[in-house]
């Protein structure tokens, strides 16, 4: 193994300790910046950091432990918990209710599955959305449903949203149903230099009146859909209007 030495040739004690022990220091360390400035100092610690064990888990039935990454039954309280940067793991197998999560910090949201129809987020009728971003964030792997409201509503930050499925319940009243809801202006976000935007990579939209509706001054763009046996597939983003002069409708229409 390669060790890192000072201008004296000396080895730090440091690089001595084993994967286990620095991964539960880095644990102390905050994600932003400190975690971060961490994975820079060599390609173990760039592993180190981002290891599994220190990612906070969504799980009703498990049992935090010193030994495991700290567990909690709700999503909320993760959200409420986590550091800015951090990863939350979502437990599959289960449904997790969901009901207008305030996320104010940067945070990763993966579904634990092999496919995102594994872990379910669900937002039922009176709600109106299931999550609502104000920080750049970056939902994965999830199936995100909504009985009357919004999957996921944007109000500024940078938002990814990869390899999900989400759904609008079918409703009387499913005009007022939408998958993806933006307010966000075209300027940058309060905590990184990026401009407010959404970008949706390899995600399926079902139901609902529109797939996208924004109510900023960001417009949809660069839309692809690739028509799947049970399901639509959609890459876009929704962001600053492009200066060519070429104006994409603000709405997908039904899905």
């Known amino acids: 193994m390669k060790r890192h030495c000072d201008e004296d040739g000396n080895v730090s004690a440091v690089h001595f300790l084993d994967d286990g022990c620095l991964v539960r220091i880095f644990s102390f360390l905050t994600p932003l910046p400190d975690r971060f400035n961490a994975a820079r100092v060599c390609r173990r610690w760039h592993g180190l950091a981002s290891d599994r064990r220190m990612w906070l888990r969504v799980d009703h039935s498990a049992v935090a432990s010193l030994l495991q990454s700290p567990v909690f039954p709700t999503l909320q309280d993760a959200v409420s918990a986590a550091k800015p940067g951090d990863t939350i793991l979502i437990s599959s197998g289960v449904t997790h209710v969901s009901t207008n999560i305030y996320i104010d910090k940067p945070l990763c949201l993966l579904g634990e599955g092999l496919s995102p ?15 609502e971003f104000s920080a750049s964030s970056r ?3 999830l199936t995100i449903m909504a009985e009357l409201g919004s999957c996921l509503l944007h109000r500024k ?7 999900c499925a989400l759904r609008c319940i079918e409703h009387p009243l499913e005009h007022l149903s939408c998958a993806i809801v933006s307010t966000a202006d075209a300027v940058p976000s309060a905590y990184t230099l990026q401009q407010n935007g959404v970008s949706v990579i390899e995600t399926k939209i079902e139901g609902g009146k529109e797939a996208v509706r924004t109510y900023g001054t960001l417009v949809l763009q660069e839309v692809r859909v690739v028509y799947a046996r049970a399901a639509l ?5 929704v962001s600053k209007k492009c200066l060519s002069g070429l104006e994409t409708p603000i709405f997908i229409g039904n899905v």
């Open 157 to 163: 930050g940078s938002l990814l949203v990869e390899g």
């Open 139 to 141: 939902v994965a792997n």
């Open 117 to 131: 129809e594994d872990t379910l987020l669900l937002c039922p009728r009176g709600f109106e959305s299931a999550l």
């Open 233 to 237: 597939v959609f890459w876009f983003n």
